[in-house]
């Protein structure tokens, strides 16, 4: 009877070698893609959610367009190199490029983007600036907070509701030049909304109780962004 050869095994060992490094380049590059295919989705959806945050903003009390919907999908687009870096920072928040700008017949809007720290991390918050050119005057038309994923359910995270942000906008330059406060820091709980918005305070206790951090990071963010409009962007303060 003839014997049977036995396996060599380093040859054994170069075929397994083998099969394990073909098995991993193709996973690495279908993970590649994957990726590739994620980032891009991801990317994708970032932009739109920008350029519906900016289409609110860019709204009127009426509901109509202040600016073009195609005009700042067209901005936004034409800064998307741009955007998330930082430009500038106080120490208390951060102002996130790009700014957009558009001009109108009777004014000129900058959409600035921002973050401050709040319970659990950046909260960041995209505005609407209205510059009347006649009066000098700078005002805060309207805000949208982009990221809150961090903040508490049931408290901070309320802060992603409409009629809570709205507690924060419209405010006149003479509200913004002494620095936003919520209504909890500067003492004026017993205010209502509108009328603490003339001096500058944000009255939220009653719709976020138990949570100021949260709104603080928002005013914080705000108070940075008007900062930087002023100092840095607009050339100087009144």
Known sequence: MSKSKNNNPKS???KLSLTLMVYTLIAGVLLALVYQYTQS???EAELENVISSMAFLLTDESGNEIVPLDEVKKTVVSKRSEMGKVLYKDGVGSVLSPVYEFQTEDAKYYIVSGYAVGYGGNVVT?????FDESA???????????????????LGA?????????????????????????DKDAGKQNLEPEEAKQEGVVKVSDVMTGATITPRAVVNSLNTMYKFMREKYLGGGQ
């Open 12 to 14: 054994e060992m170069w």
């Open 41 to 43: 989705r991801i990317a």
């Open 126 to 130: 995209m505005a609407a600036f209205k």
């Open 136 to 154: 000098g005057e700078l005002s805060l038309k309207a805000i949208k907070v982009l990221e809150y994923s961090q903040e508490t359910p049931g």
């Open 158 to 182: 309320k802060i992603s509701e409409p009629s809570v942000q709205e507690r924060f906008y419209p405010i006149s330059e003479s509200g913004l030049k002494a620095g936003l406060k919520v």
